[in-house]
């Protein structure tokens, strides 16, 4: 059993094993290696089976688990990885072979040390599936993986550089020989860092003592494993395609070796710059939503091969674009079906070891079959050749059409698949094209740099101002800080959020919590979102203790519209004797357009003291009534220059007014008086005229019973207080408007009357 502070020790040292191994194998078996063999004068169907090799040794991982197990992984790994080396450095003697014996002996030659090559390997890398389910955790399998594979590509990097720079001062066969040499030193580095890599010794129990009959069977009866393996396998055959994009770039296009070299540049910096952003991905969203995107996506290479310019000066610049998508989408597949096959897969088998080889031979075989069949079509559809304008086709389009069908067939197969999270792949995609995903990406870094109060409440703010889903578990890990004020601060930024199950869930419980400001601001957030799911929390909360919180509540069920609870913020606003929290009740009603309500928030109005209070209730009679957009807009233009504001609203309603024939004329007068008192800021003139022109309507000129009463009770408050108070003012021009606005429309209907 390796301990956590034993894994998080041995991350460098994992990493650094990626990046030497992969330095050591593509120096030898990368992108120069079919161009060796090509020189060496080999057919493409040759260069294939050469290349089927390496694949298809891993059908010894099958009958070899057992044997690995009783030995352990890691003793197994160190002894043969440090033998396969000694017999790489004989591959360049087929230089010799080739020009004493013919191209059939080289092909002999490097087809045999290749072979050894490829079962030394095999039998090395058996148990590596089931000694990193110790090594990694799931709950970070993803992220430890992105940086595995980054030190992986870096090295994969370095390797083509190098092999670019030998190629570059050593054409020919010396050049080749240079990079399998400096590869075998490289090799024996990663032998070494292995070693020291902690776990990886013999199983215990009965399943190194199993037979293979009972492995089969168990894995036969496992319905994932076979789902898995059934839309798996025609991915890998796609992946031994790419072997031949070296020959392709060579052949059809006309680039040199060190050209194609620098393309593989290209290649390993696409996935080194998304590595880690596919394996954050992973962990974070599941696995399956990543795959299912980046094979979508993958299905677009193979079109912007058979497009790209031939031996043109646009064409290096378009290749390496190429390339670099291919690096990042390639990388994402990876990453997710990586993840899937360990966190999703192998808990569900029996025995890891012999589970991890079947997946291993299978998909090998499938790849080495594929090489097979590609050279041998190559050689077979050599003479074809199609050009029409931008569009060039000829024996490599059989090889993109092959993988594109592999690609389709991988989406198909796994798009009913079960999942590891809750979340769908249009979801994935969504959270990428909703909000500001770089501000929500450089916050999520910066939060979790952040130390002090200060920066923990700005990065919490800017993660809330993305307005994207990628940044809901730093908020929701804010939620729980130590600091009142950065979880505040997370309840805040909350609300400026997309609806999201689990922040609403975070939310309520904060509502629950009943910490006093936090739990408010909750019930506020809520509202804000506008997501009914979390009307059973305030409607539990509406019950509370705390008159505070109720009143929150209320406000935040009239958000919602919540109908049901009408009956029971209607009864609270009635028995509450605090004024400031009935204004609370009072503005859910108004939102909610409750006309039995009116009268009594009328009467609160009258009591009310505070300004502020003042327009909440004002807002929520003008709700009622039906004017809501008029009241807010006279009184923003009201707080630069109340008299102008309501001058300027009194003479337009003059005109309206004075196209009435039923008040022959003596309202427009009125109304125009008091527009001109107003504008000589004469506020109390102003409001006794404004009182003089409601009396001027008939009792049924106000259409509905709310809007009635309504001018009545301003009509008395503005005898009473005069122009003492705005608020009535603002509410009288409204309601009159309203009044002068419906009798012009029912003069209207009248005219047009048969």
Not at 26 to 54: E, N, Y
Not at 302 to 323: D, K, N
Not at 384 to 392: N, S
Request: hydrophobic share 50%.
């Amino acid at each position: 059993m390796i301990t956590a502070i034993q894994q998080k020790r041995a991350y460098p040292w994992l990493y650094a094993s990626n990046g030497f191994l992969s330095l050591a194998y593509l120096l030898v078996f990368g992108s120069l290696f079919p161009l060796f063999c090509d020189a060496l004068r080999m057919s493409k169907t040759q260069i294939g089976v050469v290349l089927a090799i390496l694949p298809f040794s891993y059908l010894v991982t099958v009958f070899m688990s057992g044997w690995v197990a009783r030995h352990g992984p890691k003793k197994i790994m160190v002894v043969f990885y440090f033998l396969r080396y000694w017999f790489v450095l004989l591959i360049p003697l087929a230089i010799w072979f080739s020009g004493r014996f013919g191209a059939g002996a080289a092909f002999l030659w490097v087809a045999s040390l290749t072979a050894i090559f490829a079962v030394l390997r095999s039998i090395a890398e058996t148990g590596w599936a089931s000694w990193t389910l110790d090594l990694i955790p799931a709950r970070s399998r993803g992220t430890v993986e992105s940086y595995y594979s980054v030190a992986g590509y870096v090295g994969a990097a370095l390797a083509s550089l190098a092999a670019f720079a030998v190629m570059k001062f050593w054409p020919g066969f010396a050049g080749y020989s240079a990079a399998i040499y400096l590869g075998v030193a490289f090799g024996f580095v990663s032998v070494y860092i292995v070693r020291r890599l902690p776990g990886g010794g013999p199983q215990a129990g009965e399943l190194k003592f199993r037979s293979m009959a009972a492995d089969i069977g168990a894995l036969m009866r496992n319905d994932r494993l076979k789902a898995w393996l059934k839309g798996i396998l025609l991915p890998s055959a796609a992946v031994s395609t790419f072997s031949f994009l070296p020959l392709f770039l060579s052949e059809k296009v006309g680039f040199t070796a060190d050209m194609i070299m620098m393309f593989s540049v290209c290649f390993q910096a696409g996935v080194m710059v998304s590595a880690v952003f596919w394996g954050w991905s992973t962990d974070r969203f599941g696995s399956k939503p990543v795959f299912m995107t980046a094979y979508a996506a993958l299905c677009l290479i193979p079109f912007c091969f058979v497009l790209l310019p031939r031996m043109e000066s646009q064409s290096a610049f378009l290749t390496g674009a190429v390339y670099a998508l291919l690096g990042i989408l390639f990388r994402g597949a990876l990453a997710g079906t990586s993840r899937y096959f360990f966190v999703t897969v192998m808990p569900t088998v029996e025995n890891p070891i012999f589970c991890s080889s079947v997946n291993l031979a299978l998909q090998s075989c499938v790849a080495a079959a594929c090489a097979l069949l590609c050279g041998w079509l190559l050689d077979l559809m050599s003479a074809f050749r199609f050009d029409w304008r931008f569009v060039h086709l000829d024996n490599f389009t059989v090889l993109f059409l092959l993988m594109l069908a592999c690609f389709v067939w991988f989406l198909a197969a796994f798009r009913r698949a079960p999942g590891d999270s809750g979340i769908r792949t249009g979801q994935f995609v969504s959270f990428f094209l909703e909000g500001n995903p770089l501000l929500a990406f450089s916050s999520i870094v910066r939060y979790h740099l952040a130390e002090d109060e200060t920066s923990r409440l700005e990065y919490t703010r800017r993660l809330g101002d993305s307005q994207s889903r990628l940044t809901v578990d730093e908020i929701l890990q804010s939620a729980y800080d130590p600091n009142f004020n950065v979880r505040y601060e997370a309840v805040v930024s909350m609300a400026r959020m997309p609806p999201d199950g689990r922040l609403i869930d975070a939310l309520a419980l904060a509502v629950r919590s009943r910490e006093p400001g936090v739990s408010e601001a909750a019930c506020w957030a809520l509202g804000r979102m506008g997501d009914r799911r979390a009307l059973p929390v305030l409607r539990e909360m509406l019950k509370s203790e705390y008159a505070l919180l109720r009143s929150q509540c209320a406000r935040a069920l009239a958000k919602l519209n919540d109908a049901e609870s009408v009956p029971e913020i209607s009864a609270a606003f009635r028995n509450e004797k605090n004024t400031g929290i009935r204004a609370g009740y009072a503005a859910a009603l108004g939102r909610l357009h409750r006309g039995e309500a009116l009268p009594e928030i009328v009467a609160l109005l009258a009591e009310l003291a505070e300004d502020r209070l003042r327009g909440d209730v004002a807002l929520a009679a003008a709700r009622i009534i039906g004017s809501e957009h008029h009241f807010v807009r006279l009184w923003k233009r009201s707080c630069a220059d109340f008299e102008t504001a309501c001058a300027e609203d009194l003479l337009d309603l003059e005109v309206k007014a004075s196209r009435l024939h039923a008040f022959a004329g003596s309202l427009a007068r009125k109304i125009g008086e008091a527009a001109r008192l107003f504008e000589r800021r004469d506020r109390e003139g102003g409001a006794e005229a404004v009182c003089g022109a409601i009396g001027l309507l008939p009792p049924g000129a106000a259409p509905g019973q709310p809007l009635a009463y309504f001018l009545n009770e301003c009509a008395g408050q503005l005898k009473a207080r005069g122009g003492r108070r705005g608020d009535y003012i603002i509410l009288a021009l409204i309601a009159l408007r309203l009044a002068v606005v419906a009798a012009a429309y029912r003069e209207r209907r009248k005219r047009s009357a048969p």
